[in-house]
């Protein structure tokens, strides 16, 4: 099905494909189409099985082509050289799909996913987006340009998303454009309604074709119902990930369809100011989740030599029940010692969008800023036999506690990166609501990667130097190996050092080790990431060094001081030290 001025619905069932056409109204006011789908093209003529259509499927797609001024102009009646580029009617068209596919919703199939793809913003008919908020000077009025556009416009595709939810509809969007298409609004159709949301600059060497192949191949699991319980001395607090609350039970989601890597958060609050009454009974969390699959049943026809086995699928529905017990701390200590940082960071990063969304990027990096430093006041205030410690003294390194060492690095990394970077600093509004998307459903090993990305280092294609070095220059100047591997998680980059013996070769061999590790990192994630490699000789090193972070001020970009991580350390340690005065002052 294609859509532009008017949606097309290709018959690709009989020898030749056929596309019958049915115009969008241009005028807004208009209710819907002036033809239903259905009576343009009954849907089983329409819903075609690949395995037979294949080739003819491949057929009808050569046969797309862009839509011409004089066709947008005689459709909206206007005269060609007064037309706009346009003609994306997306929201009427999707409106229109979800109707069309709605009829069969329990019969012919149990769950229908649609990939819409766009090159821009739905300038067309009903669910048409103003892209003009993107080109104001919101700097000169004193606006805060992130709060601006980080708001969806219209709730429109909020709405229809509603309504996907209830025809059995689930929504991938692929936005192949480098032009503002308003993602803020568009991304509830996807992620309300089970989907994802990809967003790639170009065609041309994107990982679009291995992202559509990845969707369509891993299974996956629908209609699902979540529901967390715990025992008497503490509840959940809140709930982050793509799902949505039960209107009528408390603390039950709704996961419309979702695969092996979603991921989904709570935190906790005790129930009443005693915390838990006996520290002797375990803490109790129960989750239980039920969930629909579709599953191959064979059957074998005839008989004897002559018998052929088929498949039929059926729908299973599941429930799994996971009960787990804790010991509560006894001290704080306790608590410092069980902290996992890459599990702080995911619920962190859950929380500073959301006061992003609702506040403003610069907000959510004051919050970010504010709770590490309330963080490293508390540590002191806990381990220090002295209340009146020096600021000088302030152990803002968590020296004591070997699992909080690594969360000041983590915070900096969350601050400098495209997420919480500011307008002003060039992050297009688009990426940001991409990011926020795709982090809030990485579990936390994945998103700590894509917040401070992994650097190792290679003596040689087939040996690996050292597992682990900082983003920094100084790392790559005193680790004397040629040969770096960086893994970002949207991306992987292999870096060669200019100073890199020429017998090295490069790009590394197919069968070296090098190459080994990047096939594997590339299978054991959601998404592709995309493969670079770069000669610092010979090629443009900008994208490798813009990851090299900790020489980078945390409140702008570039390599300004040299001392951005060192100087970050101790803003943390002045903020810290204000806390602990003015609670010795009180």
């Given amino acids: 099905m294609t859509f532009s001025h008017k949606i097309g619905l290709y018959d690709v069932q009989g020898p030749i494909p056929l596309v019958k056409n049915v115009f969008i109204p241009p005028d807004l006011e208009e209710d819907g189409l002036p033809v ?44 060609e050289d007064t037309v706009l580029l346009g003609g994306r009617g997306f929201g009427t068209a999707m409106s229109a799909l979800i109707e069309y ?50 708001p969806e416009q219209i709730p429109f595709y909020r709405d229809l998303a509603a309504v996907a939810v209830q025809s059995g509809v689930c929504v991938d969007i692929f936005a192949v454009t480098d032009e503002y298409t308003d993602l803020a609004s568009l991304k509830f159709l996807s992620i309300e309604s089970g989907g994802s949301l990809f967003l790639y600059a170009n065609t041309d060497d994107s990982t679009l074709p291995q992202d559509i192949y990845r969707l369509l191949s891993r299974p996956y699991a629908f209609g699902c119902v979540l529901r967390l319980r715990t025992s008497s001395d503490f509840e959940p607090g809140n709930s982050y990930g793509h799902f949505f609350p039960d209107p009528q039970y408390e603390n039950v989601q709704h996961i419309i369809c979702c695969d092996s890597f979603a991921t989904y958060a709570y935190d906790f609050e005790f129930a009443h100011n005693n915390g838990f009454s006996r520290h002797t009974d375990p803490a109790v969390v129960q989750i239980a989740f039920q969930y629909s699959v579709i599953e191959p049943v064979k059957e074998t026809l005839g ?17 799994r029940i996971r009960t787990l017990q804790y010991r509560p701390a006894s001290n704080i200590s306790e608590i410092y010692d069980s902290v996992d940082p890459e599990v702080v960071l995911h619920i962190l990063v859950h929380k500073v969008i959301l006061e992003s969304l609702d506040k403003g990027v610069r907000e959510g990096r004051h919050q970010v ?32 506690c070997p699992q909080l060492q690594t969360i000041p690095q983590l915070v900096f990394a969350l601050l400098r990166s495209p997420l919480l970077r500011l307008h002003e600093e060039g992050v297009h509004p688009d990426y940001r609501i991409y990011l926020q998307c795709l982090f809030s459903a990485l579990e936390p ?15 040689s294609p087939d040996k690996q ?40 070769p490069f ?10 590790t990047i096939n594997r990192l590339k299978q054991d994630r959601c998404i592709t990431p995309k493969l670079t490699f770069i ?17 980078q001020d945390v409140d702008g970009s570039g390599f300004t001081t040299g001392s951005g991580f060192v100087a970050f350390r101790e803003s943390v340690r002045n903020v810290a030290g204000e806390i602990i005065q003015e609670e010795i002052g009180s």
């Fill in 36 to 79: 239903a789908l259905e009576d343009a093209m009954p849907l089983h003529s329409f819903l075609a099985p690949v395995d037979t259509c294949k080739d003819r499927i491949a057929a009808a797609l050569e046969t797309l082509r862009p839509t011409s001024s004089w066709e947008r102009g005689a459709a909206s009646g206007q005269e």
């Fill in 445 to 459: 090993s994945s998103l700590a990667k894509a917040v401070y990305p992994v650097l190792v280092s290679y003596s």
């Fill in 303 to 319: 008989n004897g030599s002559q018998s052929s086995a088929s498949y039929k699928f059926c729908l299973k529905r599941r429930l």
């Fill in 507 to 516: 790009p590394p061999p197919r069968d070296c080790l090098l190459r080994t």
């Fill in 465 to 504: 130097a050292f597992p682990r070095h900082t983003l920094s220059r100084a790392a790559l100047i005193m680790s004397e190996s040629p040969i770096f591997l960086l893994d970002t998680f949207t991306n992987l980059i292999v870096y060669y050092l200019s100073t890199a013996d020429p017998s090295i």
């Fill in 101 to 150: 596919l709605s009829s069969e919703y329990g019969s012919t199939f149990a769950l229908a996913r649609v990939f819409a793809f766009l090159s821009g913003a739905p300038d067309y008919g009903a669910g048409l987006l103003d892209t003009r908020r993107y080109g104001e000077q919101y700097a000169s009025k004193g606006v805060d340009a992130d709060l601006a556009l980080l």
């Fill in 369 to 400: 800023h504010a709770w590490l430093s309330l963080l490293a006041a508390r540590y002191n205030q806990a381990l220090s036999s002295d209340v009146r410690t020096p600021l000088s003294s302030i152990d803002i390194d968590f020296s004591q």
């Fill in 535 to 551: 000669h610092g000789g010979k090629d443009d090193s900008t994208l490798f060094e813009s990851y090299l972070i900790e020489e």
